[in-house]
Antibody, heavy 119, light 110 residues
């Protein structure tokens, strides 16, 4: 079964850091672009970042640029999101998703990991 | 990076058809045939329904279809069923090599 499973969320104080992980299984991880998308409580989806198959190319939403870093370990079939200088507005469910093979549809998505930034 | 514009809500009766619009600019929706649509039931992860404007992934009902005209993409759901009640989000690739989502549309089946 093709799946991705996020972990690493939790409660962190403003200005703090957190690293999210996304474990992939059921497909050749190194062949797919990977993405992070977040959703604040009761709000809509917001694209956060993406990374190329070999990790050589990354892009970020303006709201996280300079604070978040996406990376991957193809040997471990794992995607990461290092989040620094966290703000209250970063509070959200963070989803990991696989990019399409030759297309831009995201599928599948994980169940998400909740990040809460609060003092 | 402003979100794509979707109506907040749409509704229809079982068996009817509805259309959800997604309006962007020539830098995103209008400039690329890379629009996707996602369905999200409360408390669940999003599910891909349409990719690259009008393509359906394997396993998605053919009652769901997508199209695009200019800067506006559309998702049509025909033969509405109770299980279609959910939130729907559009997404587009942008000329900045990033992605944008729409604000989401709540579909209510009356």
């Amino acid at each position: 079964e093709v799946q991705v499973v996020e972990s690493g969320g939790g409660l962190v104080q403003p200005g703090g850091s957190l690293r999210l992980s996304c474990a992939a299984s059921g497909f050749t991880f190194s062949s797919y672009w990977m993405y992070w998308v977040r959703q604040a409580p009761g709000k809509g989806l917001v694209w956060v970042s993406r990374i190329k198959t070999d990790g050589s190319y990354t892009r970020y939403a303006d709201s996280v640029k300079g604070r978040f870093t996406i990376s991957r370990d193809n040997a471990k079939n794992t995607l990461y999101l290092q989040m620094n200088s966290l703000r209250a507005e970063d509070t959200a469910m963070y989803y990991c998703a696989r990019g399409g093979a030759g297309n831009t549809g995201l599928d599948p998505w994980g169940q998400g990991t909740l990040v809460t930034v609060s003092s | 990076q402003s979100a794509l514009t979707q109506p907040a809500s749409v509704s229809g009766s079982p068996g009817q058809s509805i259309t959800i619009s997604c309006t962007g600019t020539s830098s995103d929706v209008g400039g690329h045939n890379l629009v996707s649509w996602y369905q999200q039931h409360p408390g669940s992860a999003p599910k891909l329904m349409i990719y690259d404007v009008s393509n359906r992934p394997s396993g998605v009902s053919n009652r769901f279809s997508g199209s695009k005209s200019g800067n506006t993409a559309s998702l049509t759901v025909s033969g509405l069923q109770a299980e279609d009640e959910a939130n729907y989000y559009c997404s587009s690739y942008t000329s900045s090599s990033t992605f944008l989502f729409g604000g989401g549309t709540r579909l209510t089946v009356l």
